[in-house]
């Protein structure tokens, strides 16, 4: 359900607890049951009490990436509060570890400074009258393409891609590739252009020793590249096998045992020669996985109704591609304006009186907001920010009843009326006409039913 402008709402945030040692089971006859002694368990309820409106001065821009480098980042400006904005330039750049910062390039202080958050939401920092949203993308495994007829599917694992069977490795037993060692990757099926993979032994403490211990150097029916160079690299790859199912064979392809037989495929950043690496024939899968340099991770079954080892043929591929994260290569630059010095096609679209309104209109007895029969009031919304402004109130033989005065520093959208003439009388049930002259903006009118409810005393 939307909300609703102008429209209180209310809630409460509480904490509450379980006390175990108070509650037994719903069969023991001697026991307390739940409710049967009293505990206050939950903290008092405090509501609060919030009001959604549109800024009728807001504008968002987008910062532009400076030639230099590149991402598939992009960077938005929110002017949040428009009297703060301080028409200076600004630049976005980022850190080794890819936070951010944010630099006034007019006085040279960085005003934001190792800002970790790159999601697309609103929960930035607000420096300077502006919200600056650094949007990018995770370092690591963008997207995946299947070429011609695909025989496995995947384990959900959890990672994002693949039924949730493939992704960066160091979401699946860790890695120390760091943020921007990714590359482009594409794994060739083929029985008869092959490698090596190092590999590892789930539970084969019989074999060598420890469970995830290496247990050799042998062929796989496929080949490993980084296709984000030229001329490609071939990469080595790191199989792990599940001691004593039967697709424990020292090659590498999937079965029907539960999990799919665990013949994950790691491939690593690592250029492969053919020969056994000395670091890898040395080290755990898994507790070492943290020191080896490990990009994707790929934990296949079969497809059901294939047969692997007949439908595996040459042409076959699984590419992996990255995502290009900000870095620090990338900056983002962006000038702002101040709303009372734009002109032209920088002047606020909604910095107007278009959307002026009185609530409620029309007004009948009574208004949710007020507290009793005497605090009476009309609101006036959508106002334009940091405007002076005259609101002046006419009955319909066009004599003035109030001139309402607002200052030009307020940033708030509502100005209210309390229903009372310049001389503090309530005014008599009729139409009413309002003037509305803003600075730098023009006038606009408009009229409202007044019907007050009848005044009881309650005391006399």
């Given at each position: 359900?939307?909300?609703?402008n102008n429209?209180?709402?209310?809630?409460?945030?509480?904490?509450?607890?379980?006390?175990?040692?108070?509650?037994?089971?719903?069969?023991?006859?001697?026991?307390?049951?739940?409710?049967?002694?009293?505990?206050?368990?939950?903290?008092?309820?405090?509501?609060?009490?919030?009001?959604?409106?549109?800024?009728?001065?807001?504008?968002s821009?987008?910062?532009?990436?400076?030639?230099?480098?590149?991402?598939?980042?992009?960077?938005?400006?929110e002017?949040?509060?428009?009297?703060?904005?301080?028409?200076?330039?600004?630049?976005?750049n980022?850190?080794?570890?890819?936070?951010?910062?944010?630099?006034?390039?007019?006085?040279?202080?960085?005003?934001?400074?190792?800002?970790?958050?790159?999601?697309?939401?609103?929960?930035?920092?607000?420096?300077?009258?502006?919200?600056?949203?650094?949007?990018?993308?995770?370092?690591?495994?963008?997207?995946?393409?299947?070429?011609?007829?695909?025989?496995?599917?995947?384990?959900?694992?959890?990672l994002?891609?693949f039924?949730?069977?493939?992704?960066?490795?160091?979401?699946?037993?860790?890695?120390?590739?760091?943020?921007?060692?990714?590359?482009?990757?594409?794994?060739?099926?083929?029985?008869?252009?092959?490698?090596?993979?190092?590999?590892?032994?789930?539970?084969?403490?019989?074999?060598?020793?420890?469970?995830?211990?290496?247990?050799?150097?042998?062929?796989?029916?496929?080949?490993?590249?980084?296709?984000?160079?030229?001329?490609?690299?071939?990469?080595?790859?790191?199989?792990?096998?599940?001691?004593?199912?039967?697709?424990?064979?020292?090659?590498?392809?999937?079965?029907?045992?539960?999990?799919?037989?665990?013949?994950?495929?790691?491939?690593?950043?690592?250029?492969?020669?053919?020969?056994?690496?000395?670091?890898?024939a040395?080290?755990?899968?898994?507790?070492?996985?943290?020191?080896?340099d490990?990009?994707?991770?790929?934990?296949?079954?079969?497809?059901?109704?294939?047969?692997?080892?007949?439908?595996l043929?040459?042409?076959?591929?699984l590419?992996?591609?990255?995502?290009?994260?900000?870095?620090?290569?990338?900056?983002?630059?962006?000038?702002?304006?101040?709303?009372?010095?734009a002109?032209?096609?920088?002047?606020?679209?909604?910095?107007?009186?278009?959307?002026?309104?009185?609530?409620?209109?029309?007004?009948?007895?009574?208004?949710?907001?007020?507290?009793?029969?005497?605090?009476?009031?009309?609101?006036?919304?959508?106002?334009?920010?940091?405007?002076?402004?005259?609101?002046?109130?006419?009955?319909?033989?066009?004599?003035?009843?109030?001139?309402?005065?607002?200052?030009?520093?307020?940033?708030?959208?509502?100005?209210?009326?309390?229903?009372?003439?310049?001389?503090?009388?309530?005014?008599?049930?009729?139409?009413?006409?309002?003037?509305?002259?803003?600075?730098?903006?023009?006038?606009?009118?408009?009229?409202?039913?007044?019907?007050?409810?009848?005044?009881?005393?309650?005391?006399?």
């Amino acid at each position: 359900m939307p909300l609703k402008n102008n429209q209180p709402y209310y809630f409460a945030v509480t904490a509450y607890s379980y006390d175990y040692l108070n509650i037994t089971p719903f069969n023991d006859p001697g026991g307390n049951f739940l409710g049967y002694i009293t505990e206050t368990l939950e903290s008092p309820i405090v509501p609060y009490s919030v009001k959604p409106f549109t800024f009728a001065g807001s504008v968002s821009q987008v910062a532009t990436q400076v030639p230099a480098g590149s991402s598939d980042g992009v960077t938005y400006v929110e002017y949040i509060y428009p009297d703060q904005v301080t028409g200076d330039d600004y630049e976005v750049n980022f850190n080794d570890d890819l936070t951010w910062n944010l630099t006034n390039l007019a006085t040279g202080e960085t005003i934001l400074d190792s800002v970790v958050t790159q999601a697309d939401d609103y929960g930035y920092p607000v420096a300077e009258g502006i919200q600056v949203r650094v949007v990018g993308p995770a370092p690591g495994a963008k997207e995946y393409e299947w070429v011609g007829d695909r025989w496995i599917s995947g384990v959900d694992a959890g990672l994002p891609l693949f039924f949730g069977a493939l992704g960066n490795a160091a979401d699946f037993f860790g890695s120390n590739v760091g943020p921007l060692d990714y590359k482009n990757v594409e794994i060739r099926w083929s029985f008869t252009t092959t490698q090596k993979g190092h590999f590892y032994v789930r539970t084969g403490t019989s074999v060598c020793g420890s469970s995830y211990c290496y247990s050799g150097f042998f062929d796989v029916p496929f080949t490993a590249w980084d296709v984000s160079t030229s001329p490609e690299r071939q990469l080595n790859v790191l199989i792990a096998e599940q001691f004593g199912n039967v697709c424990f064979d020292s090659t590498w392809l999937p079965c029907d045992e539960d999990g799919a037989g665990r013949e994950y495929i790691f491939v690593t950043n690592s250029t492969y020669t053919g020969t056994e690496d000395a670091g890898y024939a040395s080290q755990n899968m898994l507790n070492d996985a943290g020191d080896m340099d490990v990009l994707y991770a790929l934990w296949p079954r079969i497809r059901p109704g294939h047969v692997p080892a007949d439908e595996l043929a040459d042409g076959q591929k699984l590419i992996i591609r990255k995502n290009n994260p900000n870095n620090p290569g990338v900056k983002y630059t962006f000038s702002t304006t101040k709303p009372e010095e734009a002109t032209g096609e920088d002047v606020v679209i909604g910095n107007d009186l278009s959307n002026v309104k009185t609530v409620p209109n029309p007004y009948y007895a009574f208004y949710p907001e007020e507290t009793d029969q005497f605090d009476r009031i009309v609101k006036f919304i959508n106002l334009p920010p940091n405007k002076a402004m005259k609101i002046k109130i006419y009955n319909i033989a066009g004599d003035l009843l109030r001139t309402l005065e607002r200052p030009g520093n307020t940033t708030n959208p509502e100005f209210e009326w309390d229903l009372k003439t310049a001389a503090g009388l309530w005014v008599a049930s009729g139409i009413y006409v309002w003037v509305i002259e803003a600075d730098g903006l023009g006038t606009t009118f408009g009229k409202m039913a007044i019907f007050p409810e009848v005044e009881q005393l309650d005391t006399f």
